[in-house]
């Protein structure tokens, strides 16, 4: 597409679609006063869109279609997903679309999502092959410029 997103598809003789979405930007992104906010703001898209701006009903939305949902933080990317019954494929791209394009990503959304991401980032910091893999790609990622 013009704006630089891809799409696929792929057919398969199974009840379901997948569909994913991969956004560029990961913890190497964040600089030393913003660790976590790009593992809050995977979570954070999940609480409210425009179309669905109370809390929960943009996940209500999903669960009334049947449609699964998840994501994934990682070193230079965070990955969407849902998994939906092929009938609901066009209710689900609407869906991805909103959760991408206009998510609210409001103030009190964080605190409620901090505890879960202090959490997860914890679970990393034990690992010290983790943390210096980690703050390899960011050196690395500086001298390119």
């Known amino acids: 597409m013009k704006n630089g997103f891809k799409i696929a598809l792929i057919k398969a003789e199974v009840p379901f679609a997948l569909l994913y979405a991969r956004v560029g930007a990961g913890f190497i992104d964040e600089g030393p006063n913003e660790v976590g906010i790009a593992h809050w703001t995977e979570h954070g898209v999940f609480r ?13 939305a999903l669960e009334n279609l049947s449609i699964e949902s998840n994501a994934t933080t990682n070193f230079d ?51 010290p092959a983790t943390l210096l893999f980690e703050d390899a790609i960011r050196l690395h990622a500086k001298l390119l410029g």
């Open 48 to 60: 409210g869109t425009k179309r669905h701006p109370h809390r929960f009903q943009f996940m209500r």
């Open 77 to 127: 990317k965070t990955d969407f997903y849902f998994i939906s019954p092929k009938e609901n494929i066009k209710q689900a791209l609407s869906q991805m679309g909103d959760l991408l394009r206009d998510p609210l990503l409001r103030p009190e959304d964080m605190l409620d999502e901090s505890e879960p991401v202090k959490a997860e980032l914890k679970r990393r910091a034990v690992n």
